[in-house]
């Protein structure tokens, strides 16, 4: 089992995906998500999703998930700062499409 692997199954419970960094610097960073089902004895990559996020917390990604019969893809992004908007859509390209946003405010 890989490095990559073995993090990614580790943090399967969370609620938010593990992040990858590709890159990084004081701007933002360029991160890889994948989508990652596991077995007893092996783990499966079902698709990812490729994003930016900035320092503040402002970001958007984009992604396919192919662990359905069709593979699902999305769009989002979300503004940062104390109080953040959120906004992402998934469609499967025929039957299935959504649209949920959201509001985080830290404090």
């Given at each position: 089992m890989t490095a990559l692997a073995a993090t990614a199954l580790g943090?399967?419970?969370?609620?938010?995906?593990?992040?990858?960094?590709?890159?990084?610097?004081?701007?933002?960073?360029v991160y890889v998500a994948p989508?990652?089902?596991?077995?007893?004895?092996?783990?499966e990559t079902k698709g990812a999703s490729i994003g930016v996020q900035k320092p503040d917390g402002?970001?958007?990604?984009?992604?396919?998930?192919t662990s359905g019969e069709r593979p699902t893809y999305s769009l989002g992004a979300s503004t940062g700062g104390k109080t953040s908007f959120s906004a992402e859509a998934t469609?499967?390209?025929k039957n299935n499409?959504?649209?949920k946003a959201g509001v985080t405010i830290k404090y």
């Open positions: 943090t399967s419970a969370l609620a938010e995906p593990i992040k990858l960094p590709v890159d990084s610097d004081d701007k933002g960073t989508n990652v089902q596991s077995t007893e004895k092996s783990a402002a970001g958007a990604h984009g992604g396919v998930d469609s499967d390209g499409a959504g649209v």
